[in-house]
């Protein structure tokens, strides 16, 4: 079997690919002011400026649309960890080094809008928001490099990074989207829409950058891709208490195992051609048939979390009917 390309190797190799990928990126992408898209008049000063400190019952937002949107924007505060995982393992010369500041420029505009917005509506308790903030970046990301979880997971080369970044792309792209649907607050929703494409962006980027890697080196790419999907973990694992939030997120419909296998894995295995390729050999194409087996167990967890929230509506749905019917009964013995 032919010896695996350095990552030095693959960046020139993938550079004449990479050029008119950003140049595409330049032409479609569209700036705009995080500003426009905050309701200032409706905030006031903090307590330390003379006003009122925050407090619960000034949320408006529902439960779910505000823990999604506060771990959407600790996701996004990660950025100095993920732009050095990316920075590491690409070169900050000619086209990728342009793409990994320009990309850094416009993933930090979603958490300065994230921000405003959340402390100008009071949707979030400021304090609790930056000790989240702190506690998450002191812990930093980069699962396999510091050893955080089990060793040697992804982004320890070039394949690693461009293949989970576009997965991480694609589902910031969907659970932002999402997001702004269950706020019900137009301004929120146009805010989450406007981030949701700039992340639409980013994916085929790095969709498109993986691509041709698969035509370079596909048994090395098939490596990676099978690392990244066996091991996938959302960026935002590091949060503390994000199983937690995790949880409610996908009961709320924001981000589930059905949205993670139909939105996200499924559409990027067709582009890719992952199961129609015929270039695989040796242990990737093994690789190849696990990932085949992966999608199955997938789709069992699929079936088994709708089978629950199923249960769970149906249980949700007898005890409001139980309510009024309790509450017909005390308005008409009461006579009102
Ligand atoms: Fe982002
Ligand atoms: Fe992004």
Redesign the pocket.
């Known amino acids: 079997m032919s010896k695996d390309l350095t990552d030095l190797q693959l960046l020139t190799e993938l550079e004449p690919a990479v050029e008119p990928l950003v140049n595409r990126h330049m032409r479609m992408t569209k700036d705009w002011n995080p500003h426009d898209y905050i309701p200032w008049s409706d905030g006031k000063n903090y307590y330390a400026l003379g006003g009122q400190d925050w407090d619960p019952d000034q949320a408006q937002l529902s439960e779910v649309a505000r823990v999604a949107m506060m771990v959407n924007l600790l996701t996004e505060d990660n950025l100095p960890a993920y732009h050095r995982e990316i920075a590491m393992n690409f070169t900050m010369d000619g086209p990728w080094g342009f793409w990994v500041n320009r990309?850094t420029a416009?993933?930090n505009r979603?958490g300065i809008a994230l921000r405003d917005y959340l402390v100008v509506t009071r949707n979030v308790d400021p304090v609790e928001l930056e000790m989240l903030r702190i506690e998450q970046m002191t812990r930093g990301f980069s699962p396999g490099q510091n050893q955080q979880v089990e060793a040697d997971l992804f982004a320890a080369s070039l394949f690693d990074s461009v293949i989970y970044v576009t997965f991480q792309?694609l589902a910031?792209r969907v659970s932002h989207r999402n997001t702004g649907r269950a706020c019900e607050e137009p301004i929120a929703d146009q805010l989450l829409q406007r981030v949701s494409a700039?992340?639409n962006l980013?994916?085929i980027f790095y969709r498109d950058v993986s691509e041709a890697g698969f035509e370079i080196a596909p048994d090395q790419a098939m490596k990676s891709l099978h690392k990244v999907l066996r091991n996938f973990r959302m960026p935002g694992f590091t949060i503390p208490d994000f199983r937690r939030r995790a949880v409610s997120i996908a009961s709320g419909g924001i981000y589930d195992p059905r949205i993670h296998l139909d939105d996200i894995v499924m559409p990027v295995l067709k582009k890719w051609r992952i199961f129609e390729r015929e270039d695989f050999s040796g242990e990737s194409a093994a690789l190849r048939d696990d990932l085949g087996l992966l999608v199955e167990e997938l789709q069992e967890t699929v079936d088994k979390f709708e089978v629950a929230k199923q249960r769970r509506l149906e249980r949700q749905a007898k005890v409001a009917e139980k309510k009024a019917a309790r509450n017909q009964l005390v308005g008409s013995s009461t006579g009102s």
């Open positions: 990309w416009e993933e979603h792309e910031t700039d992340e980013h994916m």
